[in-house]
């Protein structure tokens, strides 16, 4: 049998509706396997509880080093995974078993597509990253590693552009408890609901509709809370 259609033959069997894998000749199927599984069944519970319209087709590549991690993504080797042009980019999954992250950094970078896929230009970055944080289930193993310095949820935003990764970290930590907060105080459903709020209305206004209170004071609540750790 002609090579090309082996090769075809081997991806086709892992590949789903969303997701296609790249650079996947040394994993192991079963490991791939759960992968996809895990990755479309994900992304079909997401589209359910969010009822996003955009339906993308995203490429998975799977890096042989972490050298090659590094080159493809222009970023450093500390961050697992990262999602960009419609690709995730993993490192080498048997360092990230090793870590134990391995579905985490899936899931966070999932969550990332999924805000691509809701499309709402509107949607701050803190409250992307608050929401990735959460949902993955990193809030479990970030850390606070050093204090910083924020009166507001732009002021931890800014903190993710730090070239100091334990700065790094800590605005992770923080938006990931800015998340819970929300989810404690307002409800998944009503959360949920400010990914596909109105695009004509400004996500300050979209947070007043859903949750029946002023932008300003939510925000106060929330600064407040995260000062008690």
Same mark, same amino acid.
């Given at each position: 049998? %002609?090579?090309?259609?082996?090769?075809?033959?081997?991806?086709?069997?892992?590949?789903?509706? %969303?997701?296609?894998?790249?650079?996947? @000749?040394?994993?192991?199927?079963?490991?791939?396997?759960?992968?996809?599984? *895990?990755?479309?069944?994900?992304?079909?519970? *997401? =589209?359910?509880?969010?009822?996003?319209?955009?339906? *993308?087709?995203?490429?998975?590549?799977?890096?042989?080093?972490?050298?090659?991690? !590094?080159?493809?993504?222009?970023?450093?080797?500390?961050?697992?995974a990262i999602y960009k042009n419609k690709?995730?980019?993993?490192?080498?999954?048997?360092?990230?078993?090793? =870590?134990? $992250?391995?579905?985490?950094?899936?899931?966070? /970078?999932? $969550?990332?597509?999924?805000?691509?896929?809701?499309? &709402?230009?509107?949607?701050? +970055?803190?409250?992307?990253?608050?929401?990735?944080? @959460?949902?993955? #289930?990193?809030?479990?193993?970030?850390? =606070? +590693?050093?204090r910083i310095k924020f009166d507001s949820?732009?002021?931890?935003?800014?903190?993710? &552009?730090?070239?100091?990764?334990? /700065?790094?970290?800590?605005?992770?930590?923080?938006?990931?408890l800015v998340m819970q907060y929300l989810? !404690? &105080?307002?409800?998944?459903?009503?959360?949920?609901?400010?990914?596909? #709020?109105? %695009?004509?209305?400004?996500?300050?206004? %979209?947070?007043?509709?859903?949750?029946?209170?002023?932008?300003?004071?939510?925000?106060? =609540? !929330?600064?407040?809370?995260? +000062?008690? *750790?």
């Amino acid at each position: 049998m %002609n090579l090309f259609y082996i090769i075809f033959a081997f991806l086709l069997q892992y590949n789903s509706s %969303n997701f296609t894998f790249k650079n996947v @000749y040394n994993l192991p199927s079963n490991d791939l396997r759960g992968i996809s599984y *895990f990755l479309q069944s994900e992304y079909d519970s *997401f =589209k359910k509880k969010i009822k996003f319209k955009l339906n *993308f087709k995203t490429e998975v590549i799977f890096c042989s080093s972490l050298d090659d991690f !590094i080159n493809k993504t222009n970023t450093s080797s500390k961050i697992g995974a990262i999602y960009k042009n419609k690709k995730i980019f993993l490192q080498p999954i048997e360092i990230l078993k090793r =870590k134990g $992250i391995l579905y985490n950094v899936l899931k966070h /970078e999932l $969550i990332h597509l999924i805000f691509d896929c809701v499309n &709402n230009p509107n949607i701050p +970055k803190w409250f992307n990253e608050s929401y990735a944080i @959460y949902f993955s #289930g990193d809030l479990d193993r970030v850390r =606070k +590693k050093v204090r910083i310095k924020f009166d507001s949820l732009t002021d931890i935003e800014l903190h993710l &552009n730090s070239k100091k990764y334990d /700065e790094v970290q800590t605005s992770y930590y923080y938006l990931g408890l800015v998340m819970q907060y929300l989810i !404690i &105080n307002y409800g998944e459903d009503r959360i949920n609901a400010l990914l596909v #709020g109105n %695009n004509n209305y400004s996500f300050r206004e %979209n947070v007043e509709k859903e949750l029946g209170e002023k932008y300003d004071n939510v925000e106060k =609540k !929330i600064i407040e809370y995260l +000062k008690k *750790f």
